[in-house]
């Protein structure tokens, strides 16, 4: 058995790649019984693809309805995390804007409500506490509906931004 170069190797490299191993032609299949070399190539060549033909066997394909669902589900997931984003934001903004009016609206309010806390302290014995909870009334009654508004669009905005954002 020698295995030398043959010249007719690639010839039978093409038939036999072509031919999907399978061949036909009585003259290759002489030389190819004759040829140590050229046996040697289709055997490789037949054991390369029988091994090839069981691994696509044993391969498991997802079935194209479960490829679309899976990608239908990972879509919708990532519409939906695209969506919270914004939604995630402007919550973070109202906190921010819900803080800088609650600290200026307590700076404003502790000034004038501390004045009438000490005013009172100084002149309790005189005043009777109808008179007190009228002070009290009276410094917080303007800024009331200002409180009132924030509070209505802190609780409306995040509802109106879903509605807009969501897709159903
Ligand atoms: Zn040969």
Redesign the pocket.
Known sequence: MKHAA?T??DE?LALVSRLHGALHDPDVLA??EE?D??AAMVSLATALRTDRDEMLRAAHVPAAGQVWWRAALRAHADAAHAARRPIVWLQGIAAACLLGVATAFGGAVWGTVHDGVASLVTRAPRLDVSVDIGRVAGVLQPVLPLAIVIGVCLLVTPVVVYLALSDD
């Open positions: 043959c007719r190797e039978v030389h190819v040829c070399t050229c």
